[in-house]
């Protein structure tokens, strides 16, 4: 989404392609405070995917004119419960530190070691900002491939950050 600008032309283009049928999505790795907040000014689509795969969003109904609120949405529940074993229960609001899930054992781990985690606004991936050679050094011997794959995990860099999410949801590779 970056600085979460679409052109009307744009969104003129989705809106007439999905008039000939053809499915859309936007696909983020955005928080999903961060997606809720701009859905009003995206365009209509139907699909929306955020947190770097992990949450999945339909419209609850067929209109295609018009803005959406975030209550429009509905999460694709079946998603969500295939990637329990790794985020837990994505629709509880339990502190990360609390969370099920080998997701967010690594996020306390992370924490622990005194790097710089972040998860305000998701409850599928978390965020790592390493500010210097030392914390990028320190994450590196933290979170080799093998070992995250081996916990349904993988990461990726979003905006110059670390982010870290299911295997099975997200861009890494």
Not at 42 to 58: K, M
Not at 100 to 109: K, M, P
Request: proline letters at 5%.
């Amino acid at each position: 989404m970056g600085n979460g600008v679409v052109s009307f032309k744009s969104m003129e283009l989705i809106s007439q392609i999905r008039g000939l049928g053809v499915r859309f999505a936007i696909i983020t790795g955005a928080r999903t405070t961060t997606l809720f907040e701009r859905v009003p000014l995206l365009p209509v689509v139907d699909a929306y995917v955020c947190e770097t795969g992990s949450r999945i969003f339909y419209r609850r109904h067929s209109s295609s004119v018009g803005t959406l609120s975030p209550l429009d949405l509905e999460p694709d529940l079946a998603w969500a419960a295939s990637l329990r074993d790794v985020t837990g229960d994505m629709s509880a609001r339990d502190p990360p530190e609390s969370r099920q899930g080998t997701l967010w054992a690594l996020y306390r781990e992370l924490g622990a070691a005194g790097l710089a985690v972040d998860a305000r606004g998701y409850s599928g991936c978390f965020r790592v900002s390493c500010s210097s050679p030392q914390d990028q050094a320190l994450l590196a011997s933290l979170t080799p491939r093998a070992s995250l794959r081996a916990r349904g995990l993988d990461t990726a860099m979003n905006l110059g950050k670390h982010d870290f999410f299911p295997l099975e949801a997200g861009k890494g590779g």
